[in-house]
């Protein structure tokens, strides 16, 4: 499985960017796709998740309500729309997929916000907001 990021830049305090994942290499029909981010020396920090098993998103308090996570299941894509930009929000950020299988049961199904959950990691996007 490989993951693929992009979208990242430089912008303003205020600005907005979509970020992608581009997803190849699936070979399992359940997972869920996240993005975290990492901010320098600060731990890296989940923010937002999307799976079929979920009613709908899921997001950190410190984004909700300014980054919007959506997929494009026939471009494997999956993007994060992040709008009213801080410099609070300056980080690496990476999508990860995360996969259980068809008879797991539902406490390990669905989206989660642990870091040591997630299988596989993108190689990140580096988001610059200025002030």
């Known amino acids: 499985v490989q993951l693929v990021e992009s979208g990242g830049g430089l912008v303003q305090t205020g600005g907005s960017l979509r970020l992608s994942c581009v997803v190849s290499?699936?070979?399992?029909?359940?997972?869920?796709i996240g993005w975290f981010r990492q901010a320098p020396e600060k731990e890296r920090e989940w923010i937002s998740c999307?799976?079929?098993?979920?009613?709908?998103?899921s997001y950190a308090d410190s984004v909700k309500g300014r980054f919007t996570i959506s997929s494009d299941n026939a471009k494997s894509t999956v993007y994060l729309q992040i709008n009213s930009l801080k410099p609070d929000d300056t980080a690496v950020y990476y999508c990860?997929?995360?996969?259980?299988?068809?008879?797991?049961?539902?406490?390990?199904?669905?989206?989660?916000?642990?870091?040591?959950?997630?299988?596989?990691w993108g190689q990140g996007t580096q988001v610059t907001v200025s002030s």
């Open positions: 990860a997929l995360y996969s259980w299988g068809y008879y797991s049961p539902k406490n390990v199904r669905g989206c989660r916000n642990r870091r040591a959950d997630w299988h596989f």
């Open positions: 290499g699936l070979t399992f029909e359940n997972y869920a």
């Open positions: 999307i799976s079929d098993d979920d009613e709908s998103p």
